[in-house]
């Protein structure tokens, strides 16, 4: 089984900061990663993902994250925020078999203030 | 990429009635989906797998006689709340597995008055 851990619930940052939340996980088996944004009263849309190869994987809209085996982590960053990025941002993680069985955490709600 | 789409987006229903949510594969077909609730401020939970043509497999702590799950195609899922009460109102939304990733409806906000 899987568990997926986001310490931080709430993220206030000012625009144009940079920001990381912060998304730890547990598997006895190997993982896929993936991280969702959802708007107020929408459904989810999918940020980025891991699967395999390279440990650092980007978005279209500046947001990274980096799969981290030793520390059980994939954080996902931004050098630089928007008004728009408010949100709430979830991390889930599956099995890799392919399922696509989804446990996310908790969420975290980015606020970025003007 | 692929379409899930799922219908209705919001429904308002009195306690004690039943309601029925429909999940779409548009443009694959989907053998297994999933179901996920998420109350106001919290994360989502995985309900229960629905899987076609054979009964669904339901999450711990999931009463299987109040959420009815069929999958009676390889593009249709559906939910149907029985005897809803106030307790169940919340966001429920469905996903269907692709290649590399799973694709979700926009969801549906049961409200029970």
């Known amino acids: 089984a899987q568990s997926v851990t986001q310490l931080d619930s709430q993220v206030p940052v000012f625009e144009e900061a940079p920001v990381e939340l912060r998304c730890n996980y547990s598997?006895?088996?190997?993982?896929?990663l993936f991280w969702y944004v959802q708007y107020p009263n929408q459904g989810l849309q999918l940020l980025l993902k891991?699967?395999?190869?390279?440990?650092l994987v980007e978005s279209i809209n500046g947001f990274e994250a980096e799969f981290n085996k030793s520390q059980t982590s994939f954080h996902l960053r931004k050098p630089s925020v928007h008004i728009s990025d408010t949100a709430e941002y979830f991390c889930?993680?599956?099995?890799?078999?392919?399922?696509?069985?989804?446990?996310f955490g908790t969420g975290t709600r980015l606020k970025v203030l003007a | 990429g692929a379409v899930v789409s799922q219908h209705p987006s919001w429904v308002i229903c009195k306690s004690g009635t039943s309601v029925k949510i429909e999940c779409r594969s548009l443009?694959?077909?989907?053998?297994?989906m999933f179901w996920y609730r998420q109350f106001p401020k919290q994360s989502l939970m995985l309900m229960a797998t629905?899987?076609?043509?054979?009964?669904?497999?339901?999450e711990q702590g999931v009463e299987k006689d109040k959420f009815l799950i069929n999958h009676a195609s390889l593009t249709l899922s559906t939910l149907t709340v029985t005897s809803a009460h106030p307790e169940d109102s919340s966001f429920y939304i469905c996903?269907?597995?692709?290649?590399?990733?799973?694709?979700f409806g926009q969801g549906t906000r049961l409200t029970v008055v």
């Open positions: 996903s269907a597995p692709g290649n590399t990733e799973a694709f």
């Open positions: 598997s006895s088996v190997s993982v896929y």
């Open positions: 891991y699967l395999s190869g390279s440990t």
């Open positions: 889930a993680v599956s099995d890799a078999s392919g399922t696509y069985k989804y446990i």
């Open positions: 443009d694959f077909q989907a053998t297994t």
């Open positions: 629905s899987n076609e043509g054979s009964k669904a497999t339901y």
